[in-house]
């Protein structure tokens, strides 16, 4: 079955930046169209960005401009450069295929404070 592992996330103050990375195994990982999603604190979950299996990128209103999504297949790993961050983007971050499998990962957690 799909495995996701996320991580890359903490605590930065507003106006700052992380890189969140996904490893995917149990799949063949170049085939496939991958997502990124955020969780906040008594929210539903939301999608975040999008890359498909030729690179193509779609994003959220909400971070475009400011989140990149980015893959390597070689290496079976999706990213989230997010900069200019924001106290709104607090949430934990999760990433899936597209459509999303039943299994998710842990997520990071994104902490955006002063």
């Known amino acids: 079955q799909v495995q996701f592992v996320e991580s890359g996330g903490g605590l930065v103050q507003p106006g700052g930046s992380l890189r969140l990375s996904c490893v995917v195994s149990?799949?063949?990982?170049?085939?496939?169209?991958m997502d990124w999603y955020r969780q906040a604190p008594g929210k539903q979950r939301e999608l975040v960005a999008s890359?498909?299996?030729?690179?193509?990128?779609t994003y959220a209103d909400s971070v475009k401009g400011r989140f990149t999504i980015s893959r390597d297949n070689a290496k079976n790993t999706v990213f989230l450069q997010m900069n200019s961050l924001k106290p709104e983007d607090t949430a934990v971050y999760y990433c899936n295929v597209n459509p999303p499998s039943m299994h998710w990962g842990q997520g990071t957690q994104v902490t955006v404070s002063s």
């Open positions: 149990g799949i063949i990982f170049r085939f496939y169209d």
């Open positions: 890359i498909t299996n030729g690179g193509y990128k």
